[in-house]
């Protein structure tokens, strides 16, 4: 493992013989050691010229001190601060929530020289994913009808469609747990409902999915939502620019919006929206609005009526080669654990190195998880408009949480704390290396689209339905997601590819996890070899040729960000 870890870490220090294979030490600035596995109370640890002896049982992923640290002193990991000590810290012993508190590095304005080389990515210039070619030049990856409210008045109506349609065009998923719950209800009427008979009830077979009406159609999705009024006029009018960016997305061939007519978030609104994303946006569009209708079965009508016909437009689109550049991939982490950034998140770090070297985009959000790392992105910008817009977007974002009584210090989770990420600045470390070493191209403002190729830094929060929601709003068109602890996450438009940091997780939650990346760990690859094999997985992902486990799921997650109120 020493030398697979050291051709991507080369300051890092493994174990000796005694605990070979057992810690890691990321940087040689740093004070702290990672365990790659359990280490037990007294076991010997040596690395470099030095040794220690463990204080505790430390469980793998956790991190111990490499030397004695009085209260108040730094915390150094991936060479950066990440904490200070809250109370003494013996060497060897384990770092946690009780003798560390969150810290992170003060940044500036001020840019230094920053300079990239670029991966080789001869083997992929001349690949093409095959995807659907729309009339302003973006490609996507699927082909979806999407049915959307402005108002959360309007969701009982788009449940209405949304039953109407995916049961008779063969959109639905299986009724796997309709079927239990039919079986469960004879076995009442019956009079044989009986512990032993529930529980020996067999897992249903799936039925074979219906034969779809439109070949070319991926699927009607319909989103719902608790905004559009009520809120600040802020909200509402993000909002109307989220569902611009979902409906001027290439996986989108046309929409059906619903309104009720009184909101804050109006269709004149919306429609500004589109255009601000596409002068010359001619995609179908249907507006309805229910105040404006003689009822509510009229308008459902007509609904249901245009959306049919779009339908038989989109149809007609087919998948054709497109180059790796039309690609836009949003970068997410969740459910992180004390793997996430030294595994899964370099390593799609290192694709999305790859796609921008291709003339990519790709988008990191996560502005709470970027803590500490700040003046590295600051560095890597290209110009200093870029940085100082960086810099305003982060600052008013915490001015904001700290104004509710919150702060980015609050972001990591029980879980995040429970695998070993026990500060935000810890995580944010870890978090950070998603976006690979590209520069920064962009900086986006919430709800706001990505048109320039290369690296783009979004403000969201951490939260990953709000955060993915955010991202495909953007214009990715496929989401790598790292998850340490497992998540279901997904999206309505875009596929979401699900890495985990570590294998324990890939075998046990096989059913949501696509790409494993515990090899990195294990030291049987290398996060550059993992980064090619999660392109790969994007390219097949891209064409068609791979569902990925959320899309099977139909996890179909939509959460609109109500500014300020989230980490």
Known sequence: MCSRLQARYPEMCV????????ILQLDSRDNVLIALADLNQGELVQFRDKSCTVASNIGAKHKLATEDLVAGADVIMY??????????????EMLSTTNVQHAAAVFH??????????PDVSRWTQRTFLGYQRSDGQVGTRNY????????????????LKQAFEEELGFAAPQLYRRQVAALAKLYRDGQLEESRIS???EPVAAPPPVPTFENVDGIKFL?????CGGTREDSDNLCGLIAGYIHHPNVAGATVLSLGCQHAQTGILRQQIRKRNPHFDKPLFILEQQQSRSEFVMLCEAIQKTFLGLVEANKAKRAP?????????LKCGGSDGFSGISANPAIGHTADLLVALGGRTILSEFPELCGVEQELINRSVSKEVSSRFVRLVRDYEARARAVGSGFEMNPSPGNMRDGLITDAMKSAGAAKKGGKSPVTAVLDYPEYALVPGLNLQCTPGNDVECVTAQVGAGANVVLFTTGLGTPTGNPIAPVVKISSNTSLAQRMSDIIDVDTGGIISGETTIEHTGERVLDAVIAVASGEMRTKAELKGQDDFIPWKRGVSL
């Open 224 to 228: 719902l939502h608790e905004s559009g």
């Open 200 to 202: 020996s009830l067999s």
């Open 15 to 22: 174990g000796s013989t005694l605990t070979q294979n057992k």
């Open 109 to 118: 304005e001020d840019r230094a020289e920053y300079r990239w080389q670029a």
């Open 322 to 330: 497109a180059a790796l550049s039309r690609l836009c991939v949003g």
């Open 79 to 92: 060479g950066v601060l990440v904490g200070k000590a809250s109370k003494a810290i013996r060497r060897g």
């Open 145 to 160: 009808w999407l049915v959307v409210p402005l108002v959360f008045c309007e969701n009982r109506n788009i449940g209405v």
